[in-house]
């Protein structure tokens, strides 16, 4: 805080500085600053405030205009971080009162900012939104995509649902998951890791959508986070291009509408958001490979094409087999030598059946299902799919899943979710699912290039 000592220095104005709560309740007009900075010269005092929501820094003029003495002593007691409220015209202040003194100074945006302070500016978000207006940008575009979000499907017909985060199994995914003890009765709840079963809302509904958290005890990089939002939605009668359409359409108008323009720079990358290409999968790996992705139907061919393409595995349960092993097989060889090559968005269909949940098997391609993932920027950002209707292939999918995973000892984890099973068995309609990462897309419009600095309070 820079001064100018000038002991002699007398200020004039229509009320003292002293800490007054009740000067807000007789100026209702008033208004609310915290101090940034203060400084002095000559007969005049100005003071820089944080900014606020929707403006920038503002600046206050202190100016001599009465017949009431002030000593420079009076306004030496004000340091960055105090409330003030006051009332002013044409940045002129004629009247000023501390409403509270901070305890602490509020570090300066150079101080704020240093590697030192990563974590802090992550466990004291508060502050980190007083200090840097792009911190409170990034959080304000958030509100406005979720606010935009509601806005496109609600205008489509789709209703917004809340589904229990609380489950007394565990998802069909096969991502970790936390589990809370319940006291009461010693039995284990677990947190969602996905929608899984989203597609159930059909049997009442024609369109529904949901956002909310999903939690995953697993990968925490700067694209993962354990407590994620996601977007999800399903339409009776439409297949999963047209869902794919439909979010990749909402994905560009956000972005318009947010950013003034489709087409950003993030991570390096020139993307435009309202333009999508689709690619088949099958014809990309003929062409890559020399073989289709029917023709990679079992763990001895999938683990030979990752071994000759030299793609790096993650340490995997020894034990691993059959779906799932198949399932982490191919995203390691899609991610590694097919999205580096990709960075614009980019909808990949016509996966293998056993790639991620039960969708719908093709009609004219046996061991591809109608499914498909969307990339931007070589990040996964949301996927679409058919949903599977007939109750025999749901319940065969399910308890596939279990037996791979009681193979691999997951314990409770393979257990099949008889309730989810006692659903579907009254009749699904047909229909698709799409479904998107909101921190992502967060991190696109804004963008940020760590998932972290689009969530408030990151874990």
């Known amino acids: 805080m820079a001064t100018r000592k000038n002991p002699k220095m007398k200020l004039k104005l229509n009320s003292n500085l002293v800490e007054d709560r009740n000067f807000v309740l007789e100026n209702p007009s008033c208004n609310y600053g915290r101090v940034a900075e203060i400084s002095f010269r000559d007969n005049t005092i100005k003071m820089t405030f944080f900014q606020t929501q929707k403006k920038k820094s503002e600046f206050y003029i202190l100016q001599a205009n009465s017949n009431t003495d002030l000593s420079l002593e009076q306004f030496k007691s004000v340091k960055r971080g105090d409330q003030i409220a006051f009332v002013a015209n044409h940045n002129k ?10 305890n602490k100074p509020i570090p300066t945006s150079d101080s704020w900012n240093s590697k030192e302070n990563n974590y802090e500016r992550l466990l004291k978000r508060e502050l980190d939104v007083l200090i840097n207006p792009d911190s409170m940008e990034t959080f304000i575009k ?7 979000i509601r ?3 609600q205008r489509r017909g789709f209703i917004e649902v809340e589904l229990p985060i609380l489950k007394t199994n565990p998802d069909i995914a096969p991502a970790e998951h936390f589990e809370i003890s319940n006291s009461k009765n010693h039995s284990k709840l677990y947190l969602r890791t996905t929608f899984p079963a989203f597609e159930k809302l059909l049997l009442g509904f024609d369109r529904v959508y949901s956002i909310g958290p ?7 990089s700067y694209k993962n986070v354990p407590e994620f939002n996601m977007f999800c939605m399903v339409a009776k009668g439409k297949d999963y291009r047209w869902s794919a359409r439909l979010v990749h359409n909402m994905i560009g108008k956000l972005a318009g509408d947010i950013n003034g323009d489709k ?36 763990d001895e061919a999938l683990k030979k094409l990752c071994n000759d ?38 909808f990949f269909k016509d996966v293998p059946w056993y790639l991620a949940g039960p969708a719908e098997v093709h009609f004219s391609k046996k061991g591809i299902k109608m499914r498909g993932e969307g990339y931007v920027g070589r990040m996964e950002l949301m ?4 949903i599977l209707i007939n109750y025999d292939e749901i319940q065969k999918w399910h308890r596939n899943v279990a037996i791979d995973k009681a193979k691999m000892n997951f314990g409770e984890y393979a257990k ?36 972290k600095d689009v969530v408030m309070y990151p874990l």
């Open 142 to 148: 958030r509100n406005e995509i979720i606010y935009g």
């Open 383 to 386: 996927n679409a799919k058919n």
């Open 93 to 102: 202040i004629s009247k000023i009162a501390i409403v509270n003194h901070a």
């Open 416 to 451: 099949v979710d008889e309730v989810y099973l006692d659903s579907v068995s009254y009749g699904m309609q047909w229909g698709s699912l799409a479904s998107m990462g909101l921190e992502r897309l967060v991190m696109l419009i804004t963008g940020k290039t760590n998932i």
């Open 309 to 346: 393409q030299k793609v790096i595995l993650p340490k995997m349960n020894p034990k691993s087999e059959g779906h799932l092993l198949r399932a982490n097989l191919f995203d390691c060889l899609f991610e590694q030598k097919i999205v580096k090559d990709y960075s614009g968005p980019t």
């Open 214 to 220: 999903n939690f995953r005890n697993g990968d925490n």
């Open 151 to 153: 806005k496109y499907m």
């Open 263 to 298: 087409k950003l720079y993030w991570n390096n990358m020139a993307i435009d958001l309202g333009s999508w290409q689709e690619v088949s999968l099958d014809e990309l790996f003929k062409e890559r490979f020399g073989q289709s992705v029917r023709e990679i139907d079992s």
